[in-house]
Antibody, heavy 122, light 108 residues
Framework: EVQLVESGGGLVKPGRSLRLSCTASGFTFGDYAMSWFRQAPGKGLEWVGFIRSKTNGGTTEYAASVKGRFTISRDDSKSIAYLQMSSLKTEDTAVYYC?????????????WGQGTLVTVSS | DIQMTQSPSSLSASVGDRVTITCRASQSISSYLNWYQQKPGKAPNLLIYAASSLQSGVPSRFSGSGSGTDFTLTISSLQPEDFATYYCQQSYSTPQYTFGQGTKLEIK
């Protein structure tokens, strides 16, 4: 059974950093791209960033709203994806979801973690 | 960026009803369109990918259609567990995966 479990969320002050982890199981983690999304309280879904599999270069992409502040990485030996968030702003407050990306041309996000809440507040 | 617009934003329906939700893209996205269902306090769940392909494990009462700029999600006979918020998402402009604003489906 495919499972994604996020951890590391919590309350953090503006300007500080936080690292989220996504621990995967039930599939060959290294074969898949992984992506992070977020959802502010009462709002819709927003794509945050993406990391390709090592086979496809392991490169990353980011939404304009987080580029330069957030970094996605992966440790295939541990089946973990990370989201390093720095210079946090109050508008980064959201539930953060880790997802598995499937497909090449018609990419879709077929498994999601349960989410972890990040609250940025002084 | 490609903008995705869903209609309606909210919808009231009864168990057994046939329901259609529409998603329009600001430019052609071919068939690069996914649909998700989200229940309160839960993560989204993939229903339909590539506009019309049913994700494994999803009931056959869900179907998707469309290409280019106009897409629909149809639930043929609403069940109590279908009351949720539905989102469309484009995967044409990779990796800027934009979503519609959501359609909240409520019990009449």
């Amino acid at each position: 059974e495919v499972q994604l479990v996020e951890s590391g969320g919590g309350l953090v002050k503006p300007g500080r950093s936080l690292r989220l982890s996504c621990t995967a199981s039930g599939f060959t983690f290294g074969d898949y791209a992984m992506s992070w999304f977020r959802q502010a309280p009462g709002k819709g879904l927003e794509w945050v960033g993406f990391i390709r599999s090592k086979t496809n270069g392991g490169t990353t992409e980011y939404a304009a709203s987080v580029k330069g502040r957030f970094t996605i990485s992966r440790d295939d030996s541990k089946s973990i994806a990370y989201l390093q968030m720095s210079s946090l702003k109050t508008e980064d407050t959201a539930v953060y979801y880790c997802t598995r990306a499937r497909g090449m041309a018609t990419i879709r996000f077929d498994y999601w973690g349960q989410g972890t809440l990040v609250t940025v507040s002084s | 960026d490609i903008q995705m617009t869903q209609s309606p934003s909210s919808l009231s329906a009864s168990v057994g009803d046939r329901v259609t939700i529409t998603c329009r893209a600001s430019q052609s996205i071919s068939s690069y369109l996914n649909w998700y269902q989200q229940k309160p306090g839960k993560a989204p769940n993939l229903l339909i990918y590539a506009a019309s392909s049913l994700q494994s494990g999803v009931p056959s009462r869900f179907s998707g259609s469309g290409s280019g700029t106009d897409f629909t999600l149809t639930i043929s006979s609403l069940q109590p567990e279908d009351f949720a918020t539905y989102y469309c998402q484009q995967s044409y402009s990779t990796p800027q995966y934009t979503f519609g604003q959501g359609t909240k489906l409520e019990i009449k």
